[in-house]
Structures are given as C-alpha cells and as structure tokens.
C-alpha cells in the first residue's frame, strides 16, 4: 500500500501527509460507501486543524456527515463508533510520533480498525474524486459533548471505588489531559497529573508511553502506588510501580491474564501478543497453562487474532492493550483504569504483581533512505539466517520495516545478554552500511 502503514497513514505533515491525502482519505470513504455518518476526533498536535478540516471537505463534497468531538482519545472515537451508529469513526493523530507528525486512523462500524484489504481498496479511489451537486453536499458539525458518553463508559468499568490509590498520570500533553484525570479523581484515587494540559508543541516529547524518566521520578518523590503514561491518543499505556520501576505492555498483559484466570473468566486460557512479546512472559504465562499466540506487529493485526481464537486480551511491549469485552482497540486509560482496579483488589503493591522476569531485549532503530530497499537486501537476509542458525533456538532475532515511519527496526532477545548485544551491532552495522550505498 501506498498510503497506509500498519496504524492508518502517518507521516511529517507537508512531507507524507498533507491536505490533498486528507481530502482523498475523506473523499474516498464516500465512494466505500454512500452518504456515510463519520464521528471524528483528534489529539493536541498543531496541525490537527489543518488534516481535520481537509479531511472534512473530502467527506462533505462527496455528501457525508462529519461530526466532529475535538480532542479526544483514540478508543474515544472507537466506543462512540460502535455505539452510537456510525459508519466510520476517524482519529487525528500521529499516537506516539514527533509534533511535527500526524495522521488519520479508521475505524469501521464496529469500532475496528479498517483491514488491509479495506484500506487497499480505499486507496484504489484517491484522486478518483466524488463531488455531488450543491443540493446533496454534506455536512460538518462540532460535537464536543459526545465525549461525555465515553468518560462515562470508563467510569462504568470499574466496579469499586480506588479509594486510597495514590496514582501518577503522565497525560503526555495529548488527548488523554481531556478524560483520564477527571475520570481517576471521580472513582476516588489520590491523583497527580504531569504534562497535564493540551500541547502541540509539546505532544510526545521526553514524557508519556515513550519516555517514562519523569514519571519514574514523580512516582518516587510523591511515594505513589502507581504511575501511568499515554501517548498522544491514549491508545498506548506503559505503568511504573511504587519503587519507580517500569511495568511494559508485555507485563500488563500477564497481570491481567493471570486476574482473569484467578475469577475463571480467562476465555480458552489464551492471550494474544505479537513477535515482540518476550520470551520470559512467554514462558510464565505457559507454567500456568496460558498460551500466547503472537500476532504480527500492530494492533489491528492482534484483534484479529484475539477475534480468530476468542481470547479476551491481546496487545504488544510498546503498550497498546486490547481488552476485547470493552473495546475491539487498543485504550490507554481503561486499561490504567483496570490495572489500578487489580492492585485495589489484591491488596497487593504492582512489583509483586508484575514479578517477572523478562529475558534481555536489545532494540535499534535505523533511520533509511529506503526501507522496502534495505529490508528487502538479500545481503541482510542472509546475515540474519546465520545468527539464528547461530543462536541453536536460545535466542530469537527480528529485523522489522517500520509501518509508520522510515526506519528499520531491529530486535534480539535472549538470556545471555552479551549475545543479543552482539546481534544488534552487527545488525545495525550491516543495516547502515546498506542504506549508505543507496
């Protein structure tokens, strides 16, 4: 595909992404299918004005409905989707990427995200424009009070009061300052809230799910029980325990696997993660009788595997939890929202809970010229055979392109932590050595 990654289109704003895609995007939804409602929202970022009203015209002049909700997290724009009828709901948001980056996620009318045969087929009909007569043009209007519907579903999803939980949120200056603070302080928590206001200048940079070192801080200095860090959308959440330690995706989704299967509600003793997933969490899972079927890299691609096998949790390292009786997507806050519940209800601090050990997992990320070009490098391939055939099945190696950005990602787990080390350098190594011949 030419537009879409695996999260929607992404890119720097005037570079991958301007008004033209937009107004294709929005365009071309018209042609999928005729006359549709859409519910939009977006994050902080600055040039969300900018995709939101091109995105817009492209719906109106092929005779759709927008109804915009303004800032607002992802599986915001997800739940009222699903819920309220709609035929498509739309994000503006670059999730965890730079300021200077936005994008458009899609959601169908279940509140899934679009499948790659959908988006190849939309894809099909930008530039192709539909433009009806000026007696059939859509309408756009400003819906800001949806939100509420969705604020009220998160606070229905917790059964009791987190009285007593002294709680941290880093809201990252993105879309999650709008509901998760309100949400936590009305079910009762003792609440501190870091980068607290809507940013676009400040979305995403040395805070929230990418960059936990102030929220590690704070979560010491106020002696909290617990930290939360979103990105941008709020669809990621990474945690930080009581001692200041992080808690990734992968844990998260061990402590809810292992709640779920303690009430006996755990569906088919399976979770779904991905190729990222660690090999320690793995193996904890399995010595309680719990599978984990990995999924490509993306959260769209972990659905469909929790729809595939029935299972009732899903999700990847960087954060993106689905809990799949709530939301077919991934929701950073509801997910914080039900981690506090687990650690309300055990009694119990989340470094005992999160007690377990990951195998050492080295990453690197190469900025290219051409990532279809060095991941396609016969050379690289080869180089990556041999360190399997090296590793004898004690190791594991993944070489990635980016879907959301120009970049070769590159991954090696193992127990011995001097042997992934070894494999990310020279992997690196040979990844730049390819892309300076470019």
């Known amino acids: ?83 309220l009828g709609y035929d498509y709901g739309v994000v503006i948001s670059a999730s965890h990427n730079p300021p200077d980056n936005n994008g458009i996620k899609i959601f169908n009318s279940k509140g899934q995200k679009l499948g790659d045969d959908v988006e190849l087929e939309l894809e099909k009909y930008f530039g192709e424009h539909i433009v009806v007569d000026a007696m059939h043009l859509g309408k756009f209007a400003s819906k800001p009070k949806l939100i509420k519907k969705y604020i009220q579903f998160l606070h229905n999803s917790i059964k009791k ?61 106020k002696k909290a029980d617990l930290g939360l860090a979103f990105d941008g959308d709020s669809d990621r959440i990474i945690a930080v325990d009581e001692l200041g330690m992080e808690v990734d995706g992968d844990k998260i989704i061990y402590l809810f696997a292992l709640d779920k299967q303690k009430q006996g509600i755990l569906s088919k003793n399976v979770v779904v993660g991905t190729k990222l997933t660690n090999l320690g969490v793995q193996n904890k899972l399995e010595s309680y009788g719990i599978k984990t079927i990995l999924a490509d890299i993306g959260d769209k691609y972990v659905i469909e595997e929790i729809l595939k096998n029935g299972a009732a949790i899903g999700g990847e390292k960087s954060g993106h939890i689905i809990l799949s009786e709530y939301l077919p997507t991934g929701d950073g806050i509801l997910c914080g929202l039900k ?8 009694n119990k601090k989340l470094s005992q809970l999160a007690d377990v050990k990951l195998y050492p997992q080295y990453n690197v990320n190469c900025v290219v010229k051409d990532k279809n070009a ?35 990602r590159i991954m090696a787990e193992s127990e011995n932590e001097e042997f992934a080390k070894k494999c990310v350098n020279i992997l690196e190594n040979l990844v730049k050595e390819i892309n300076n011949s470019l």
Request: glycine share 10%; hydrophobic share 40%; net charge positive.
């Open 1 to 83: 595909m030419r537009y879409f990654g695996t999260d929607g289109i992404r890119g720097k704003v005037f570079q991958e992404i301007d008004q033209n895609i937009a107004f294709d995007c929005g365009n071309a939804l018209c042609k999928l299918t005729k006359n549709p409602k859409i519910v939009l929202g977006k994050d902080s970022r600055i040039s969300g004005d900018y995709i939101t009203l091109a995105f817009s015209l492209g719906v109106i002049s092929g005779g759709g409905i927008v109804e915009d909700v303004g800032i607002c997290p992802t599986a915001g724009i997800a739940y009222l989707t699903k819920t």
């Open 161 to 221: 009061p987190l009285k007593n939980l002294k709680i941290v949120l880093d809201c990252c200056f993105g879309a999650s300052t709008i509901v998760a603070p309100y949400v936590f302080k009305s079910l009762g928590a003792d609440v501190f809230v870091i980068n607290k206001k809507p940013d676009g200048e400040k979305i995403n940079i040395k805070c929230g799910a990418t960059d936990t070192t102030m929220l590690k801080r704070v979560v010491k200095e």
């Open 339 to 346: 981690l506090a519940e687990i650690i309300k209800n055990e």
């Open 374 to 408: 060095v991941i396609n490098n016969e050379k690289l391939k080869k180089q990556v055979e041999e360190i399997e055939k090296m590793a004898q099945g004690k190791a594991r190696v993944l070489v990635r392109k980016s879907g959301t950005e120009p970049k070769i």
